[in-house]
């Protein structure tokens, strides 16, 4: 069974800093990769995924992840982070199950606390 | 286009008593999953219907939870009786199918305090 683990709960920045959020998963089998934002009060959005081709995944809002297949690793990155990024930030993995159906797996999240 | 729609936003109960939220997907998305988010955890998948049929419900405490979705559109899950440790927020997604080609797109969540 495929497991994620985000490995920093809160990560404080300050605005205009790069930021990097790490994410390492565990499958036995090829993995597809996501990265979700959760604003307060609201329900999870897509930010990026990895499917296939480019390790190098660009995603909305300036983000970015890269697929590391030896370190088992999906960080999200981002060069310059502003106020409303303050959020939380989930990596999910996914595999195929049955009949082409996805199961997604999260993390437990990690707290991006943008400071002026 | 109009999101995922889920009811109600907040909901406090009594421990013992039933509740239940509703959600209506997005047009046209024949997948709907509902989700539990425990506090500081990620989603945890309870059910995923494909169309009216629940297809993968392995997740679902079948004791006291108990999930429909009528003519393949809107769905509701109860809990009955609810339990302290039920607090959490539930989420509903939907996507076209459930290929992972397919973006789930989530609702904002019914947050549920159990006393």
């Known amino acids: 069974a495929q497991s994620v683990t985000q490995l920093d709960s809160q990560v404080p920045v300050f605005e205009e800093a790069p930021v990097e959020l790490r994410c390492n998963y565990s499958?036995?089998?090829?993995?597809?990769l996501f990265w979700y934002v959760q604003y307060p009060n609201q329900g999870l959005q897509l930010l990026l995924k990895?499917?296939?081709?480019?390790?190098l995944v660009k995603g909305i809002n300036g983000f970015e992840a890269e697929f590391n297949k030896s370190q088992t690793s999906f960080h999200l990155r981002k060069p310059s982070v502003h106020i409303s990024d303050t959020a939380e930030y989930f990596c999910?993995?996914?595999?195929?199950?049955?009949?082409?159906?996805?199961?997604?797996?999260f993390g437990q999240g990690t707290r991006l606390t943008i400071n002026p | 286009e109009a999101g995922v729609v889920q009811s109600p936003r907040y909901k406090i109960i009594e421990k013992k008593q039933p509740v239940a939220f509703w959600c209506n997907p997005i047009?046209?998305?024949?997948?709907l999953y509902w989700y539990r988010q425990n506090l500081g955890q990620g989603p945890e998948l309870l059910i995923r219907?494909?169309?009216?049929?629940?297809?993968?419900d392995s997740q679902l405490p079948k004791d006291r939870f108990s999930a429909e979705r009528l003519k393949g559109v809107d769905s509701t899950l109860k809990i009955q009786p609810a339990e302290l440790g039920d607090s959490a927020v539930y989420l509903c997604?939907?996507?076209?199918?459930?290929?992972?080609?397919?973006?789930?797109?989530f609702g904002p969540g019914t947050r549920l305090t159990v006393l």
């Open positions: 997604a939907s996507s076209l199918d459930p290929g992972t080609y397919n973006e789930q797109f």
């Open positions: 499958s036995s089998v090829s993995v597809y």
């Open positions: 990895y499917l296939s081709g480019s390790t």
């Open positions: 999910a993995v996914s595999t195929i199950i049955i009949q082409g159906a996805q199961k997604l797996v």
């Open positions: 047009s046209g998305h024949n997948t």
């Open positions: 219907y494909e169309n009216e049929e629940a297809v993968d």
